[in-house]
């Protein structure tokens, strides 16, 4: 349980926030506590929400926090503001829950869709390889024994390495349509998030 002042000044901690985070209540009451323990990769989007707070207002959403001990953990963090007081400066309450469990599990589970989509991928992937490739190999095969056998005249050369080129192409294509959807997945698992450090 928290209490926000003046300022988004920490005025009251629950003593849980020691088994919670490993904090003292003194010290997770110093200035600037709060921002210190922020993951520098939630941090922007997490102080965007907090500025956008008024009067009435109850919202929730949750980051990563680094423990006493050094270790990011992951918080939900729920937080309703009350009307302004005497002193024109809105106060807050909310509490804060370790969800860390939770959101690894939730990692872990997009990690093995992502494998097994991946899995599904490749087999299509070597499918569908597998056609140029065979092509390719007939096409040089046949170049090799009309050559051995003294059978090989210009347009049939320039048509078999035409087909090949042809192939190759396909091929590249292929490769290059997977280099996208890789790109795309690390973007994705960027967006949400990684597991904390342990």
């Known amino acids: 349980k928290v209490q926000l002042g003046r300022k ?11 088994r919670v985070l490993g904090f003292a209540v003194d010290e997770s009451l110093g200035e600037g506590w709060w921002l210190k323990g922020l ?15 008024a009067p009435g207002m109850t919202v929730n959403f949750e980051y990563r926090f680094r ?18 007081g005497a002193d024109d400066e809105a ?12 959101k690894e599990a939730q990692i872990q589970l ?22 140029p490739l065979n092509v390719i190999k007939l096409s040089a095969s ?7 056998s003294g059978k090989m005249d210009d347009s049939l050369l320039g048509s078999q390495l ?7 192409d396909r091929a590249a294509s292929l490769v290059h349509h997977l280099r996208l959807f890789g790109r ?10 990684q597991p904390p450090e342990s």
């Open 67 to 84: 423990r006493a001990d050094g270790h990011y953990r992951w918080l939900y963090d729920v937080l309703t503001v009350t009307s302004k």
């Open 162 to 168: 035409d087909g090949i080129v042809r192939q190759v």
């Open 110 to 131: 997009l990690q093995a869709s992502k494998l097994s989509a991946l899995g599904e991928i490749a087999t299509g992937l070597a499918h569908e390889l597998n056609q």
């Open 8 to 18: 988004g000044k920490l005025t009251y901690v629950s003593p849980s926030i020691q």
């Open 184 to 193: 795309y997945s690390n973007e994705l698992a960027a967006t949400e998030g």
């Open 91 to 102: 106060m807050a309450y909310g509490f804060v829950l370790d969800v860390t469990v939770r």
């Open 39 to 53: 993951h520098p990769d939630d941090a922007a989007a997490t102080l965007e929400k907090y500025r956008g707070l």
């Open 142 to 148: 046949n170049l090799v024994f009309r050559a051995q």
